[in-house]
């Protein structure tokens, strides 16, 4: 697992080569402002043989945060993790390694008939039921989500992650009550602190796409400040000293900046709503922008307005930092599946954020 030790002595050997706040407090120690995702690409050996090039350069490189998940690309993104960690330079415990859990993951490639496959590796094994299923791919229950915690520290072959996150919580909402969604969040919280008190993982949250960042009344909106309460009800039932709930990831880009502008949970001194960011700053989470380039869109071009503020080289490295620079956000996640993107990723963060006035101006 990554360490207070571990982390400092990464960011001191790479910190010199980037701006004053590329790296950030998280958990522990410190992790790099820039972070490597995983979600893009075919399930292919090719694709995998990039990914593991791709995240051993970043590691050796100053990048230590890298965000995967057991279901992307059918498993396949977190083994090319794996096999990039062990061929980095870099020591495990200086890096911060964050996976998720919730769809139901396929091994390798997708099957010729994926409701079958469901049902034979999962239903009918008693890994999961149907009535857990959303879509039929997706589902919250302690048992599987166990199932797939264990897959995970398999694949990429540790014994402990940093942090893992409860993935797309608001799908169940097609299924089920709010309501019902947050009683399934506490118990799966409640697992991932049993988790935590094992050493099996470090500190965990939810990534989400939509329930942070759309209003309330929203199909898929979930109160950000009921899901700290019910990761703190969680924490007390499992006999934790502490509550580990303390990330969030969602979408933040100069597209999509729901996160920041739309305001949609409970101030905590009940004086109206606040933005999602907002809220996480002051509880002290830790928030991961996803999509910090609209999975490509914006690093050709990004608007003008917003693009004459920012610093960087290329507009993928102005993109990069605008989703750097909100306030609250930790780090930026930027899909690299291909190696030849990890020299303009890195060099993005040689460049200065945009302080808060200059941020908030964006928006005026």
Known sequence: MATTAGTWSYRDRFGDAFARTFFRR?????????????????ATDDADADYREAVRTALDSGINLVDTAVNYRCQRSERAVGDALRESDA????VVLATKGGFVPFDGSRPDDPGAYVRDEFVRTGLVGTDDLAHGSHSLAPGFLAELFDRSLENLGVDAVDC???????????????????????AA???LEEKRLAGE???????????????????????????????????????ADDCGFSAVQLPFNVQM?????????AHP?????????????????????????GQGSLAASIPETVDAQLSGDTAAQRAINFARSAPGVTG?????????????????????????????AVFE
């Not at 998280?26 to 690409?41: H, K, M, Q, R």
């Not at 001194?269 to 380039?293: K, R, T």
């Open 189 to 191: 919280f409640e697992l």
């Open 91 to 94: 020591d495990r415990s200086e």
């Open 26 to 42: 998280f958990g522990p120690g410190v992790v790099s402002s820039i972070g490597v995702g995983t979600y893009l690409g075919d």
């Open 269 to 293: 001194d009940g004086d109206g709503d606040v933005s999602a960011l907002w809220y996480a700053q002051e509880a002290g989470l830790d928030v991961f922008a996803s999509a910090s380039l």
């Open 201 to 239: 993982l470090g500190v965990y949250g939810v990534a989400t796409w939509e329930a942070f960042r759309v209003p309330r009344g929203h199909d898929s909106y979930l109160s950000l400040p009921e899901v700290v309460a019910r990761a703190e009800r969680a924490a007390e039932s499992a006999g």
């Open 257 to 265: 900046a729901d996160a920041f502008t739309v305001e949609a949970h």
């Open 332 to 360: 930026a996640l930027v899909g690299t599946g291909s190696p030849e993107h990890v020299a303009e990723n890195v060099a993005a963060g040689t460049f200065e954020p945009l302080g808060a006035r200059a941020f908030d």
């Open 164 to 186: 893992y996150y409860v993935h797309n919580p608001e799908t169940q909402l097609a299924v089920r009550s709010r309501e019902d969604v947050y009683d399934q969040l506490e």
